[in-house]
């Protein structure tokens, strides 16, 4: 089976996420890697660690348009006879995705949270994560978009080689005039550890325990949509069915009731730690574990404690 993944690049390095997109789909048959941008020589080497038999890398394309990025992608395809073509569920493959699959007549499966069965049948996330979806694709194509930190990232020696990719993409229909890059040491969208809070810190001042906690664990930090809406923190690091979708290792909130919409963005956390002053806050009955107590009072104590931990290993 030929299988063709699409990374998206940041700053010229290859994210997490990306690395799990070529690693699930070595696991699935003969891996191409199309990419775009300025990207450096040796993070391009690294993708043969993880199953890239063969990289096609464009200068051209630099990502921000969805029509150069199809017309690329379905280029790589057409060169290379894939029949499955995998993104990254992110913003660039909900937007892509779906064109690529219309260009090449492909079955689309969204948001895959394992590998294809025997049969080619494949799970997903339905309803915001309360439920899960058996897709399975008859078309003789099919485009996979894979939730970030949904599989395990499997290290996968190839030989790979490095060539140039430039088919004809057309002239631009967006241009950026500017790019802000995400602050914080970890990214959210890869972070594996996140510690979160909502409006129980009761003011942007208090912030400074989350950001403790999150810096002893390596964490990335992140918040509700109210605080993000009322300027507290930045809206990337809002999380819930209208912000980001995480699915991290351990997910640790202080002072969020746990409506709907944020369990929407993150009930696919593997362990989800719930701290709030309310014993009956919604969130308790999603929480893995769950502490009846104070932000103030717990998160500097659990800091203190895992320092103390540390210390010892």
């Known amino acids: 089976m030929s299988v063709l993944v699409y990374i998206d690049t940041l700053g010229g390095t290859v994210t997490k996420n990306s690395l799990g997109a070529v690693s699930y789909g070595a696991q699935i048959g003969s891996t191409t890697v199309v990419t775009n941008g300025r990207v450096d020589a040796s993070e391009l080497e690294q993708l043969k660690n993880y199953g890239a038999e063969k990289v096609l890398v464009n200068r051209s394309v630099e990502g921000a348009d969805a029509s150069q990025l199809t017309k ?35 079955g689309l499966v969204s948001g895959a949270i394992a590998l294809p069965e025997a049969d080619g049948s494949i799970k997903t996330n339905v309803f915001s994560g309360k439920a899960f979806g058996i897709m399975k694709v008859h078309s003789p194509k099919r485009v996979i978009s894979l939730t970030p930190n949904a599989t395990e990232i499997k290290e996968i020696s190839a030989a790979g080689s490095v060539e140039e990719f430039s088919p004809e993409v057309g002239t631009p229909g967006v241009t950026v005039k500017e790019v802000k890059k995400q602050e914080g040491d970890v990214l959210l969208t890869e972070a594996e550890l996140v510690v979160s809070a909502g409006r129980g810190l009761k003011g942007p001042e208090n912030w400074g325990i989350v950001e403790d906690l999150a810096k002893t664990l390596g964490a990335a930090t992140a918040c509700s949509r109210p605080v993000s809406d009322i300027g507290w923190r930045p809206h990337h ?60 009072d717990v998160l500097p104590k659990l800091n203190e404690e895992i320092k103390k931990l540390q210390a010892q290993s």
């Open 72 to 106: 690329l992608i379905v280029a790589a395809a057409e060169q290379v006879g894939a029949d499955t073509i995998i993104f990254t569920n992110d913003l660039t493959g909900k937007a892509v995705a779906p064109r690529v699959s219309a260009n090449l007549k492909a």
């Open 237 to 296: 690091e809002h999380v819930g069915q209208t912000g980001i979708a995480i699915r991290p290792n351990l997910y640790i909130a202080a002072g969020i009731s746990g409506a709907i919409q944020h369990l929407a963005g993150v009930n696919g956390s593997k362990v989800i730690v719930v701290i709030n002053t309310d014993p009956e806050a919604p969130f308790f009955k999603a929480a893995d574990y769950g502490v009846v107590g104070d932000a103030f």
